[in-house]
């Protein structure tokens, strides 16, 4: 990809709700060259800063249904007129070769709807750069107008905080478990979701679904309560993607929940707390990136086969690693 | 405190096991100090390198009988004639004002033994320097010949990880449960343990330890298997530090896992790691550690406010953080 000839003209066109601008302005914002970051770093700056869309973030593992709900969920919204925006946080897609979301024939008739736009992962092998990637492309999708920006992630590594932190409500899709056991989800997931969503409510899994729905609200019940929620949150609700069941329901819900916290002057506090963390991160994230360089893995790599030899201290090896970063610099 | 006039002689002291020597080179390596971190780098890379400790971490919460199990455990492997060094990590004693260890009363018999050291935590805010600092007064106590250095730590934030990253063992010591819940122990807590021990197995404490010993039993079986792990391992054990009941046993297994882990290669491929991991953790410690002088800060809150108020994106104010530092820097 080239330069942008003219980034003033693509924030507008952005602004004007124009898709292909949007898809563009997100591949500049998914490079990484330094011409790239600086035009990207422009086109953030100039777009209008009064847009808000709902940002949702999504979690659950591969096997849930994650694709048929965002599909049935996502088509709810877009007939009723609202415009939702699809994006993935997905690090190891780099890996696998093929990003969650690669395979738009899976959100077929949902990517064709004009009040959608979904959009893949980046690849890219390192989670705080699909981190601020993801963040850029969420800010472009709520200067380009969109109602609504769920964003999904498979839950690989830290990948459920990173979206946690960038949405105002967090749902977790899980599946009808087979036994009495709750499906191993992490007890740090459990306590970020706002709602969890017991899919395939339908068919011979009713049952089963049923009842993991209440092993979930009584999990959810032992949980510290939360300054954010009012009564009743965190909640768990039954949802059927292939039946479209539940969904208007689980959407009220969120509506809810929202209009509490708004009122609350929680929605407010939030956002400015993710804002201040994200700052805090990128500049974390930007001084360990002098790690990433060829000849500092190099040296890195120097060093650390001498500290498991035995032949240098672990502190002693990071002050001569230190001192070599800091000569490069200059 | 000064510089030290011989650090050789310091050195060759603290390796006879002098132990106003070996306090005396503690007080230097914690020292934050440039010019004595430089002579603690000489004296760290002076010490002799073939001896090795049995490096023990222990958790547990405030209550649950630790400085007893300490003083009971200790004074029994004192006067089996095993030199047994005590150190502490706790990120917390800078705030609370008094270490975990700072009470030496509470463990009187041992603190008087000819083959104890004890040594309270630093009063130190970061982690990251009790961490490197933890692991180098180990070095220091292994050079001076003692048998075991046992590192307790209250279990604040991190610090659990940070203790079992420098330990061969890592022990979890629990108070008997009233009802019938596990003590909300974090489950990457018992993911680390090697062995459990349940106190206050005495009095009217016996039956609940009982109970308590079993349901943590069952808590470990359903964990997945560790490759460093024999048959039965990580094991829940009751102990009375109180009755000095129970602790034999643990200490024979301790030592029954300790052997296995020598012969099947665990042990060393281990402490290679632990290496590995300190050298990248301190090497990234001292990439951010600019952003604690006192004008980096300041820095941080002036952009920090302007995201707070919507006037600079995250990750625009980010590199703007990122320019400042490296212009100070030259």
């Not at 949902?110 to 850029?136: C, D, W, Y």
């Not at 905080?161 to 960038?166: C, D, E, F, P, S």
């Not at 990136?289 to 002693?316: F, K, Y």
Request: aromatic share 4%.
């Amino acid at each position: 990809m080239g330069l942008v000839a003219d980034i003033t003209d693509l924030g507008t066109r952005i602004a004007l709700g124009e898709r292909r601008a949007l898809a563009r302005g997100i591949t500049l914002i998914e490079s990484a060259r330094a011409d790239h970051r600086l035009q990207a770093a422009r086109l953030l700056e100039g777009l209008p800063k009064d847009r808000e869309a709902l940002r949702i973030g999504l979690s659950g593992t591969p096997g849930v249904g994650k694709s048929t709900f965002i599909e049935s969920f996502g088509m709810m919204l877009a007939d009723r007129g609202l415009r939702i925006a699809v994006l993935a946080v997905d690090p190891s897609s780099a890996r696998s070769g093929g990003s969650i979301l690669g395979d738009k024939t899976r959100m077929d008739r949902l990517s064709r709807h004009k009040n959608a736009f979904i959009r893949p992962s980046p690849s890219q092998t390192h989670l705080g750069g699909v981190a601020r990637r993801t963040r850029e492309a969420v800010a472009l999708c709520e200067a380009a107008g969109f109602d609504i920006v769920l964003i999904e992630t498979v839950g690989v590594g830290q990948s459920e905080t990173v979206v946690a932190q960038m949405a105002d409500l967090f749902l977790l899709l899980l599946a009808p478990a087979g036994g009495d056991e709750l499906q191993g989800v992490k007890r740090g997931i459990m306590e970020m979701a706002d709602l969890i969503l017991v899919n395939k409510a339908d068919g011979d899994l009713k049952a089963a679904a049923t009842r993991t729905c209440a092993d979930y609200a009584g999990a959810l019940r032992l949980l510290r309560k939360r300054p954010q929620d009012p009564d009743g949150f965190p909640k768990a609700m039954m949802v059927s993607a292939v039946e479209t069941t539940g969904l208007e329901t689980a959407w009220e819900t969120m509506q809810t929940l929202v209009d509490w916290r708004r009122d609350a002057g929680h929605w407010v506090r939030r956002r400015i707390e993710q804002s201040q963390y994200w700052f805090a991160e990128d500049v974390r994230a930007g001084l360990l990136s002098q790690l990433d360089a060829p000849r500092a893995r190099n040296e890195m790599l120097r060093l650390g086969a001498q500290v498991a030899d035995g032949d240098l201290a672990p502190s002693i090896a990071a002050d001569q690693m230190l001192r070599w970063l800091s000569a490069v610099k200059r």
